[in-house]
């Protein structure tokens, strides 16, 4: 697509429950990121893909969160078990390929809110 | 530890003036990428300006230009001619592992009319 696409733009959900945010990257990237931008702060890294392979889940926050890359375009971050901490704004990007410097082009995020 | 530190949580300055956006960060690493990221309500963020560690040239985009102090690790952000689609939250940002960019907590620009 023209742009990274990110669905559904908003969420609302109730503790305990689980919810998946979608990426669709730009066609031909190779590279795809989440991030986690909490109210009023930065992005705060949390898993980066190249291709389907996940190479380092160490920004994940905890075990309830889990994302996969499948035919090496649509990803998507699950949130098992939701927790009112949770409630942030989930931006994911994708880059043409992995490499140090490569620009990062952002979608326009899921503002998620846990009740 | 790398960190970025933007030490102004919030300015406002006049249409056409001049204003400059302060970062410094902290890295052990000798060649990285800098960035400063436009975040305006829209939530998208946009790239405005990106600048190689290695290069000592300053980068600029048309207003946008920064002053890159390797040294003192230091990466402002002047914005000349403001103009009112300036108005956002500003994020100082650098990345040295493959993919993963560090972000500063961002710094609100109000262009007043």
């Known amino acids: 697509g023209a742009g990274v696409s990110q669905s559904p733009s908003n969420k609302v959900t109730e503790k305990g429950k689980d919810v998946e945010l979608r990426c669709d990257p730009i066609?031909?990237?190779?590279?795809l990121y989440w991030y986690r931008q909490s109210l009023g702060q930065g992005l705060e890294f949390l898993i980066y893909f190249q291709g389907n392979s996940a190479p380092d889940k160490s920004g994940l926050p905890s075990d309830r969160f889990s994302a996969e890359r499948t035919g090496g375009s649509v990803s998507t971050l699950t949130i098992q078990r939701t927790q009112q901490e949770d409630s942030a704004v989930y931006l994911c990007?994708?880059?043409?390929?992995?490499?140090?410097?490569?620009?990062?082009?952002f979608g326009a995020g899921t503002r998620l809110s846990v009740l | 530890a790398q960190t970025v530190t933007q030490s102004q949580p919030e300015m406002s300055v006049q249409e056409a003036e001049t204003v400059t956006l302060s970062c410094t960060y902290d890295?052990?690493?000798?060649?990285?990428?800098l960035f400063w990221y436009k975040q305006p309500p829209s939530r998208q963020m946009i790239l405005v300006i990106r600048?190689?560690?290695?290069?000592?040239q300053n980068a600029t985009e048309n207003r946008f230009s920064v002053n890159f102090q390797k040294a003192a690790k230091s990466f402002s952000l002047k914005i000349s001619d403001s103009q009112l689609g300036d108005t956002a939250m500003y994020f100082c940002?650098?990345?040295?592992?493959?993919?993963?960019?560090?972000f500063g907590k961002g710094t609100r620009l109000h262009i007043l009319p």
């Open positions: 600048q190689e560690a290695y290069k000592q």
């Open positions: 890295t052990s690493e000798s060649n990285y990428y």
């Open positions: 990007a994708s880059s043409g390929s992995l490499g140090a410097g490569n620009i990062q082009y």
């Open positions: 066609s031909g990237h190779t590279a």
């Open positions: 940002a650098f990345m040295i592992l493959q993919g993963k960019i560090i």
